[in-house]
């Protein structure tokens, strides 16, 4: 048994110590927001944020997560996170969708850290997170228009 | 299951048969809860058919249904297509909410059920989506729908209130008597419409009426959803006792399964069975990571004597061998070969495209639950339902309409999740059949890796074109001699008799069997290269490598003449004033003949251009490269003009071109499926890398105004960002490009 925190509520799953935490979030615990893209790491889809550290969960097991505090995008609160999500709205970001949850939980973690990044800023901190649709234009945008929100 | 093959085959040429030549009908019928439901059918006949739209003829007794006005008011659209990120649901929407004069915020969408005797495709005579046909295929019966909505709900509030129909106004949703100061919102006069009779005409808007079709403020019907996590994807299905299956697929395309040790997978917790099928090894286990671990433990070995042992170097090799042979006809006008014998110049080029994978972000999966009746139940992100329910009835021994599908928002498909043979969905219902012949029946959830999905084959196929035009004194075009070589998707599948007519598939040949550009002299021919390497339509098809080559080619042709690369295409496009349009507004509007800002000393940047059209669009890119100093390209903007017709919705429309123009680029840049001994090499996005944030140019778009009827944009924004970039790349001083992706030549 793992004792995991997620998104303030403790959750207690039955699952093998080396099961990914995305697993464990999607089968186990049905939050489905997160979203399963790579299983390698390298698409950032499965994004998470662990001590509010942005954090691919596909590759975290679970029991490596025990101690700590996680956010999914079902928890998200906060300043940051309700510009991120304002801005992602009212710029029209989304196409298919499927990499958006991690995409707003990495710039929400951006934005957390850095309250007026550049482009250079946005690239280096968002390159592992992939978009199919390529709607990157768009992000990066919403990314500036949210962290001017978060601001005022 | 020994007549699979067969099943597949059947189900694909039934649904085939081009939609009947009927006359247009509208069709209304009372709904559960005194809702008003409405819908009509415009069958637009065969592909690339364009009637003018009208509405005369006798009404149809089927209940076809695509609008739904609810006592709260909310008005519910039935799509019939698929929307994996285009923007469909939101594009069909608006045209309902324009004809019905209502108010956005009150407008929902809805997939429709599986049925294509309602919800056919009029390009396909199935329901299904691709091709970029959604807008073009809706655009009368929804508008249809929404006025007749409209005039219903106008009776029943003259009705009520007493007063003449013709003095009553709607708007934003608001019906209105101006006379008695009545007025109410759309709700309360729902099951009174419902009950009165489908009008037998009604009078669409004029463009100058519109104010939702051409709103660039209206947004997305998704906006909200798939930004806080709660939009559902066949991914996120979750039905009581689901269980997950992955499936060992051979690693070589074209081998069986020749014995299989499962003992390992068998003793793994969780690991609920084991199936060794036609169509590989299915691990079927109570969760996916216990399936992908029991799928690892497999010791599979596969008989490899009917599969591709070649690598991708030799098959290019091998279509070298073949295009030196004349191919099947495919264009031959006039006497190509002495013209181009007669020519002052005569250039030729030869450019190579890689199989590619499409790679959508949500990887293939679905879920079905075999019914009580025999049939079954999926969810998915489903795109071809007319094809996918005759597979899963031919696999279930049961008819299509025992076959239920739910569609459900797709993470990307880009032309993979429609198949000519249901694919992966037949996959799913295989494995729930053997599953349940185990006296193991349980929803089952079939779930592919992101590394099935590279490996796993239905590539934009391997293709070589071969060039050679001849150019006069002048620098006048007087003949143009191009050979393709490429598989055929089409072969073999129930669209072979649509797609491929005396040896040339017009998938291959689209995009320059119809060259735009004025040439005297034309022959385009190609050979169909065999192999058991699955492949398929991938985002803009045969535009993926016909719109490359013929304005990679054309370039060279300009600057062969001497000759500016805009001004030389304008002058072979007379007849063909759209294109004409858009290459015009791209360049104006990319400042086209001015000098570009310099880059950083030891850089050198350029300008580049590509016009084409692909399914009816008209698309013109200007790309800006920047070479540095080390030789690596970056691409900074690209400057895209769209003619679509009349544009439905600019924002989703500009959002497609965006999309469209890094999706033509990114591949470009690095992007190919290679094999060596048959096995493909690369995995995931490491070894088959995505266009990433520091990839993507700026991307500024400009829709023309135009009256004619709208067509789709999920495809054409593909087709020319990539010879722009090329273009570009050249006009900065680099290399020509003529084998992708631009990586091999060490730019990237």
């Known amino acids: 048994m793992i004792r995991l925190n997620i998104n303030g509520q403790v959750r207690d799953v039955d699952v093998p110590a080396d099961m990914p935490l995305l697993w464990v979030l999607r089968d186990e615990l049905n939050m489905t927001g997160t979203k399963f893209g790579c299983g390698q790491a390298l698409c950032g889809a499965c994004t998470v944020h662990v001590d509010g550290v942005p954090t691919r969960s596909c590759q975290l097991p679970a029991s490596a997560a025990a101690d700590a505090k996680i956010t999914t995008i079902e928890g998200i609160q906060g300043k940051a996170a309700q510009a991120v999500q304002k801005a992602w709205a009212d710029l029209d970001v989304v196409q298919c969708g499927y990499c958006q949850s991690g995409q707003i939980m990495a710039a929400t973690a951006l934005i957390a850290e850095n309250p007026n990044p550049s482009d250079a800023d946005i690239e280096a901190a968002m390159d592992g997170n992939v978009c199919r649709c390529a709607t990157y234009v768009r992000i990066k945008a919403a990314v500036k228009q949210a962290a001017t929100l978060a601001r005022t | 299951m020994k007549n699979l093959p067969q099943i597949l085959r059947a189900a694909a040429a039934d649904v ?42 006798p009404p149809d007794p089927r209940p076809n249904v695509f609008v739904r006005v609810a006592p709260d008011s909310s008005v519910t659209v039935l799509v019939k297509h698929l929307d994996k990120g285009q923007g469909i649901m939101t594009g069909l929407t608006t045209i309902v909410a324009e004809e019905l004069d209502a108010d956005w915020a009150q407008m929902r969408g809805e997939f429709a059920p599986a049925d294509s005797k309602l919800y056919a495709n009029h390009a396909f005579g199935m329901q299904g989506t691709g091709g970029s046909t959604a807008v073009f295929n809706s655009w009368d019966e929804l508008r249809m729908a929404g006025a007749a909505a409209r005039a219903m709900l106008v009776d029943a509030a003259a009705a009520e209130w007493k007063v003449p129909a013709s003095e009553i106004t709607v708007a934003k949703g608001v019906i209105s008597h101006a006379k008695s100061g009545k007025s109410g919102p759309f709700g309360p006069f729902a099951a009174a419409a419902a009950k009165l009779p489908v009008p037998a005409s009604v009078k669409l808007k004029d463009k100058a009426q519109y104010s939702l079709i051409g709103n660039e403020t209206l947004h997305r019907l998704d906006h909200i959803s798939k930004t806080n996590g709660t939009a559902i994807f066949a991914m996120d299905i979750r039905r009581p006792g689901q269980v997950t299956a992955v499936l060992a697929r051979a690693p070589r395309f074209g081998a069986t399964v020749k014995s299989v040790d499962d003992k390992a997978a068998r003793a793994i917790h969780g690991v609920l069975e084991v199936l060794s099928l036609p169509i590989g090894v299915a691990v079927v286990a109570k969760n996916t990571w216990t399936a992908i671990k029991g799928r690892e433990a497999l010791n599979i070995t596969w008989d490899d004597s009917q599969a591709e042992k070649r690598g991708t170097d030799q098959m290019l090799a091998d279509y070298r061998e073949l295009a030196k042979k004349p191919g099947a006809v495919a264009t031959a006008k006039g006497d190509t070969a002495a013209a181009i ?24 999966n679905a879920v079905v639950e075999l019914t009580e009746d025999g049939g079954a139940e999926f969810w998915a992100g489903s795109q071809f339902q007319g094809v996918e329910q005759r597979v899963a009835a031919g696999i279930l021994g049961t008819t299509p309409d025992k076959i239920k599908i739910n569609t459900v928002w797709a993470g990307g498909s880009f032309g993979r999740r429609a198949t000519p043979t249901a694919d992966y969905m037949a996959e799913t219902v295989i494995i729930a059949k053997a599953l349940a012949a185990k006296g193991k029946k349980a929803p089952v959830h079939l779930v592919w890796t992101r590394e099935d999905d590279i490996k796993g084959g239905r590539y934009r196929p391997l293709v070589l074109h071969k060039l050679r035009a001849g150019l006069d004194a002048k620098g006048n075009i007087v003949g143009w001699e191009q050979r393709i070589v490429t598989q055929s998707f089409m072969a073999g599948t129930g669209f072979e008799a649509v797609a491929i007519k005396n040896g040339v598939d017009n998938s291959a040949t689209e995009g320059v069997a119809d060259l735009a550009y004025k040439v005297p002299n034309l022959a385009v021919d190609m050979h169909i290269a065999k192999s058991p390497v699955t492949t398929l339509w991938w985002r803009s098809v045969g535009h993926t490598h016909t719109a490359y080559a013929k304005e990679a080619f054309i370039d060279e042709l300009a600057a062969a003449a001497g ?115 048959g096995i493909v090499d690369q995995a995931n996005f490491d070894t088959f890398e995505p266009l990433r944030y520091a990839d993507m140019p700026a991307v500024e778009v400009h829709i023309v105004d135009s009256a004619e009827r709208p067509t789709g944009v999920g495809e054409p924004g593909v087709p020319g960002a990539a010879p722009a970039v090329a273009n570009a790349i050249a006009a900065a001083g680099g290399k020509r490009l003529y084998d992708l992706p631009f990586s091999k030549a060490g730019i990237v």
């Not at chain 2, 069709?27 to 809860?33: H, T, Y």
């Not at chain 2, 008209?618 to 390209?633: L, P, R």
């Open chain 2, 16 to 57: 085939v048969e081009a939609a009947p030549s009927r006359r247009s009908f509208l069709k209304g019928a009372a709904g559960a809860g005194g809702a008003l439901v409405i819908g009509a059918v415009v069958p637009l006949g065969a592909m690339a058919a364009r009637p003018a739209p009208s509405l005369v003829g």
């Open chain 2, 341 to 364: 014998k007669g020519a002052a110049k005569v250039i030729e080029a030869e450019y190579s495209f890689p199989y590619l994978a499409h790679a959508p972000m949500e990887p293939l």
């Open chain 2, 563 to 677: 000759k500016d690369a805009v001004a030389y295409r304008l002058g072979l496009l007379e007849e063909h004033p759209r294109l004409r349009g858009v290459l015009k507004l791209a360049a104006d509007k990319a400042g086209w003949g001015k000098p570009l800002a310099a880059g950083p000393a030891g850089t050198k940047r350029g300008r580049g251009v590509a016009v084409h059209e692909s399914f009816s669009t008209y698309v013109a890119h200007v790309a800006e490269v920047t070479i540095k100093a080390d030789g690596k390209v970056k691409v900074d903007r690209v400057v895209v003009a769209v003619d679509c017709g009349i544009a439905v919705n600019p924002n989703v429309i500009k959002a497609q071109i965006e999309g469209g123009t890094g999706w033509g680029i990114g591949h470009a840049l690095r992007d190919a499926i290679t094999l060596t001994d």
